[in-house]
């Protein structure tokens, strides 16, 4: 068997490229698309298309004669698929025909249109007859290897492609996995189709993977194994590969031609760390807000998408991190996302950012640039997003330097219990709206069950003044002065936190998670939680919950049905699984340089050059 280079799969690779990131971007936003699982073909093999429509109409009455100007329609099979987004069902339609060409020539599949719906054309370019084997004549079965590449840089994708060929019944048939060392290895999608080899008509069956090496090396690659029956006759089940492997046959062993491949060192004078070899690379950017003027403490959503063909999501970095003069910038969770396909593999970074402008006029975003290596045609490129002015209003007036939420909610402890869930906590500033007017009493003299009631309220709540002045001095963390670092408050407030968990005292350990929870937000940027809209709407589990500490809020959940469950049905308290819960809490958008809790989010690097001993 003949090693084979294909000059051609680079070019091929990057045809679907659009169409590809239409589908990882959002597969739910399809209306009408072609996919041809090859945009190569000689004209001796035949090509699978799919058509692929949203919704639940199905595709059988829709119009193949713009396909059949170009090719003979030899089979085809529908399929429905139905998935939840966000609550809702949303359906998907599949239509794969096999084609067999008529001419060879480059082609164009026009447009198709389907109730309203139009997919874009597609352009086929249909090759002269691929010449067999030497060794084709006289054998039943064939087993080849070929890769689209002769060499590639450390962390560059390479397509290795395994062709199985056929033309007699196969059973048991077993392909042994492909194994290289040093290697990321991803299985893509299988290819079937027809060959005609010297008059014979072949079933070919290709399996595809995309592979990334990481050390700088000559690479041989280890043919793939087959083992199979051949050659059994033809049972009334037709099991196998329409045979019936009781019935006979004989015994194949065949092994896929061996591969040489030179892994090249990087470029000189490319950041080993910054290294992206990709075979395009793209930069988006979304705002939610329609407005073209912003206000001072109003948050504005931007969105930014790297798209790259040839690298997994994970690989792709942040490219917004920049400190901006009056704008403050609390970044979401990143989401990544990784598509498969019979051409290779692409991958797509989504960073959200909250940005909140603190200062009225003119604030200037800066270009946003992202260096990569083009490997198709071998020089670095650099991908762009202009800069963007805002201009920005002053906001209404508010009380922005509290550092605090002024929400109060209504609770019912146990009996037992009954103090305020306020009381003891020097973080909290009571809100002065809920104070009862004047002109609210009702009018009249005062009746003696009124007044007896006016008295005992007044000594209860001198009682519990005098209670709460010598637990405070005791017991309750302070805030930090005016200046000090506020992780140090955040630590005093642990420490006490971690004290009361391990002591087993519920209630000191509910209104020290207050302290903390307050304590906590007063060393993000203002912005991501002190804003008035996050301050009414988010309370401290919602919250939690929103930035992924699902262990944090199980822990508090089950500390407030322990205090406050009004059939008194829950008698103990996990204080251990709060306490753990604390310790292991990241705190969203902090550093180890500058925070004492690391990043709660870390963005996962991986880097291909690790192990090539090329990281500085």
């Not at 048991?172 to 060392?181: F, G, H, K, M, T």
């Not at 080993?272 to 001072?296: H, K, M």
């Not at 251990?576 to 809790?597: C, E, V, W, Y």
Request: proline residues 7%.
């Amino acid at each position: 068997m003949v090693v084979s280079f294909n000059t051609t799969s680079r070019s091929r690779l990057l045809r679907p490229f659009c169409c590809l990131l239409l589908l990882v971007a959002s597969q739910a936003s399809l209306a009408l698309e072609l996919r041809a699982d090859r945009n190569t073909v000689p004209i001796n093999e035949t090509l699978r298309l799919e058509i692929r429509s949203g919704g639940s109409d199905s595709l059988a009455d829709i119009d193949l004669s713009p396909i059949e100007k170009y090719f003979e329609i030899l089979g085809r099979s529908s399929q429905s698929e139905y998935s939840m987004v966000n609550g809702r069902t949303e359906a998907m339609q599949r239509l794969s025909l096999t084609l067999k060409p008529l001419a060879t020539g480059k082609i164009r599949i026009p447009a198709l249109q389907f109730q309203g719906k139009r997919s874009a054309p597609i352009d086929i370019e249909i090759s002269q007859p691929v010449q067999p084997p030497a060794s084709a004549s006289d054998k039943s079965v064939m087993l080849e290897a070929e890769v689209d590449k002769s060499e590639v840089y450390p962390g560059e994708q390479l397509i290795y492609t395994m062709r199985l060929m056929y033309r007699v019944g196969l059973s048991d048939a077993q392909i042994s996995p492909l194994q290289i060392q040093d290697t990321e290895i991803v299985e893509l999608e299988d290819i079937s189709y027809q060959r005609k080899i010297n008059g014979t008509q072949y079933q070919v069956v290709e399996k595809r993977y995309a592979l990334q090496f990481k050390q700088i090396a000559q690479v041989e690659i280890q043919g793939q194994t087959l083992t199979a029956t051949a050659g059994a006759k033809r049972g009334r089940f037709g099991f196998g590969f329409g045979v019936d492997p009781m019935r006979g046959g004989t015994p194949v062993r065949l092994a896929a031609n061996a591969i040489t491949l030179n892994i090249k060192a990087i470029p000189a004078g490319i950041n080993p760390l910054n290294w992206l070899p990709a075979q395009e690379l793209q930069l988006r950017e979304e705002w939610q807000e329609t407005s073209s003027q912003a206000e001072v403490g109003q948050p504005i959503t931007r969105s930014i998408e790297v798209y790259a063909v040839g690298l997994p999501g994970e690989y792709l970095p942040e490219v917004f991190d920049a400190a901006i003069d009056g704008l403050n910038r609390y970044p979401e969770k990143p989401a990544f996302v990784t598509e498969t396909w019979s051409g290779g593999i692409a991958g797509k970074r989504k960073d959200t950012y909250a940005l909140i402008p603190t200062r009225p006029g003119t604030i200037t975003l800066p270009a946003i640039k992202l260096a990569w290596w083009n490997t198709e045609t071998d020089r670095a490129e650099t991908a762009t997003l202009p800069s963007r002015t805002i201009s920005v209003k002053p906001g209404a007036a508010s009380n922005t330097d509290s550092g605090v939420s002024t929400a109060v909610q209504a609770v019912s402890p146990k009996a037992g219990n009954q103090k305020s869930a306020n009381m003891g906590n020097p973080l909290q500033i009571p809100n002065n709206e809920l104070s009862t007017p004047a002109n609210a009493m009702p009018s009249g003299n005062l009746r003696s069950w009124q007044v007896a009631t006016l008295i005992a309220t007044l000594g209860w709540l001198a009682t519990a003044f005098a209670w709460w002045r010598h637990r405070a001095a005791t017991d309750s963390p302070r805030l930090a002065p005016t200046g000090q670092d506020p992780q140090r408050a955040l630590k005093l407030v642990q420490r006490q936190l971690l004290a009361a968990c391990k002591a087993g005292d519920a209630r000191q350990a509910q209104q020290l998670l207050d302290n903390w929870w307050f304590a906590m937000r007063n060393t993000l940027p203002r912005h991501t939680i002190q804003h008035k809209k996050a301050a009414q709407t988010q309370d401290k589990s919602n919250w939690l919950r929103s930035i992924g500490a699902v262990e944090l809020c199980q822990a508090i959940d089950d500390l407030e049905q322990y205090l406050y469950a009004a059939d008194s049905s829950k008698e103990t308290w996990q204080n251990d699984a709060l306490a753990a819960a604390i310790k292991s809490f990241r705190l969203p958008g902090a550093t180890q340089q500058n925070h004492m809790l690391p990043e709660l989010y870390p963005t996962p690097i991986k880097d291909p050059l690790a192990s090539a001993g090329l990281t500085p």
